[in-house]
């Protein structure tokens, strides 16, 4: 069965450093999206991207993030500038047609910034 | 405004019997409404979803019930596996605004019992 995977699965870093997070979505797919889980809390909106830009992003999704697809396959977040509160599980996901219908999450990248 | 909260936090059920997940949510104008299902350590796993035109839609061993009345969803799990120990997750979206942004719900934790 066809996966979102992201890689890397755990990530450290030190406050104030960029970091990218990774993803390939499913082949066929053409919607794609960040989501994050700070823990014990709930699974939260990022941004969603189509059509090589961004279609809606949330007040959490400020100037410090930026998304990218930088070829076929990958789909990535990064971060400029890590803050503490940006420690979280971040998933991608993505599915064929828009709208949030039957998003495919992948297994998270646990994100530590010290 | 627009939230989606879960009635309880946590939920044990012995192995055989139905479970029963509540979700309740506030926006009004909400019409499409999906269960994810998270096992530890994985990204959230599409389980059924509902549009607001549907009362009821059933999958396997799943049932989706909606009351747009009282702005309730719940999932009923049939005869109940040690395997369906997991967080369940609501979320809702407005359609068709295209971009995937999912409202998820706190999530309730479902422990099997053998």
């Known amino acids: 069965e066809p996966e979102v995977t992201q890689t890397p699965s755990h990530q450290v870093t030190q406050m104030g450093q960029e970091v990218i997070l990774r993803c390939v979505p499913i082949s066929n797919h053409l919607y794609f999206y960040w989501y994050r889980q700070i823990l014990g809390q709930k699974v939260e909106f990022l941004v969603s991207f189509y059509n090589n830009e961004i279609s809606e992003k949330s007040e959490i999704f400020d100037d410090q993030f930026s998304v990218e697809r930088p070829d076929g396959s990958n789909f990535t977040l990064k971060i400029r500038s890590t803050k503490l509160e940006d420690s979280a599980m971040y998933f991608c996901?993505?599915?064929?047609?828009?709208?949030?219908?039957?998003?495919?999450f992948g297994s998270g990248t646990q994100l530590s910034v010290l | 405004g627009e939230s989606v909260g879960l009635h309880l936090p946590t939920l044990s059920v012995q192995e055989g019997d139905n479970s029963i997940i509540n979700c309740a949510y506030s926006n009004s104008a909400s019409d499409y409404f999906i269960w994810y299902k998270q096992e530890s350590g994985k990204g959230p796993q599409f389980i059924i979803d509902?549009?607001?035109?549907?009362d009821k839609r059933q999958g396997q061993r799943v049932t989706v019930l909606l009351n747009k009345t009282v702005k309730h969803l719940s999932l009923q799990i049939a005869a109940t596996q040690p395997g369906d120990s997991a967080v369940y997750f609501c979320?809702?979206?407005?359609?068709?605004?295209?971009?995937?942004?999912?409202?998820f719900g706190q999530g309730t934790e479902l422990s099997v019992k053998p």
């Open positions: 509902i549009r607001s035109n549907m």
């Open positions: 979320a809702e979206n407005i359609l068709p605004v295209l971009g995937g942004k999912l409202i």
């Open positions: 996901a993505s599915s064929e047609i828009g709208g949030s219908e039957k998003l495919f």
